[in-house]
């Protein structure tokens, strides 16, 4: 509820700049009455956004949908509120091939490295799936294969760290199913995997997390309920114009 009500609040505060904008003042003026702070962000492109906005994607996305010098309405990128004002716009610049020369030539590397490690992958999953030990085709292929040992579903995976999507595919397969469908693309590159064995969890471990579990349901349940009637409430409300009003 404490939450909710800081969101509320916030939401309201950015609500009151926009609407003070509509009477003239500038940003800045309406910030320094209020005693909050403009971030002003280094030039960015949309594939590289500003490092200091959490959710870089989303905001660049929006601020280059923006004409210079107009502040936007109140967007929400999951970290708070904000207003966007453009206050300059750099047009795109095709760069001359000797700056660029050996970034290019970097990229156009690694691109093929990732193709023909992944080619590889590839076919030793095949030769898998046709019977072959994991032995014999990791000598041909001078890959020597190893064992993570046990983890969790959400834990680090012992000698290679964390990695959802190979989690997620691991935690799919079974001893009538030990291999997956498609090699696993990783932060280091590309996994072929093959199921060992699965431990069933420990019931005493279950007992010792069982209050904390209860706690959890019980404040999601909370949240749940919270929402609901705070939607019952919203829709039960209403609303009046009053003409005249800026904005309106």
Do not use: C, H
């Amino acid at each position: 509820m404490k939450a909710d009500l800081s969101k509320n609040l916030a939401y309201d505060e950015a609500e009151a700049v926009y609407d003070a904008s509509f009477e003239g003042r500038d940003l800045d003026t309406i910030a320094e009455d209020r005693n909050l702070k403009i971030l002003t962000t280094e030039l960015f492109s949309q594939k590289n956004p500003p490092e200091e906005i959490k959710n870089g994607a989303r905001f660049s996305s929006f601020a280059f949908g923006l004409p210079v010098n107009e502040l936007s309405g109140v967007q929400d990128f999951g970290d708070g509120y904000y207003l966007i004002e453009v206050t300059e716009q750099v047009p795109t610049q095709v760069s001359e091939l000797e700056a660029v020369k050996a970034k290019v030539k970097e990229d156009l590397v690694t691109e093929k490295q990732d193709a023909k490690a992944r080619d590889e992958a590839d076919m030793i999953l095949t030769e898998l799936k046709d019977g072959q030990p994991f032995a014999v085709v990791g000598e041909k292929f001078k890959l020597a294969p190893k064992k993570t040992g046990f983890f969790k579903r959400n834990d680090s995976i012992p000698t290679i760290g964390f990695e959802r999507d190979l989690a997620r595919t691991a935690f799919g397969l079974s001893d009538n199913d030990k291999l997956p469908e498609e090699v696993i693309k990783g932060q280091k590159g590309y996994y072929v995997i093959r199921f060992r064995e699965r431990q069933k969890p420990s019931l005493e471990g279950f007992e010792k997390e069982k209050t904390e579990i209860k706690g959890r349901l019980r404040q999601q349940k909370t949240a749940k309920t919270f929402d609901a009637w705070l939607t019952q409430l919203k829709n039960e409300s209403l609303i009046t114009i009053e003409e005249g009003f800026p904005g309106t």
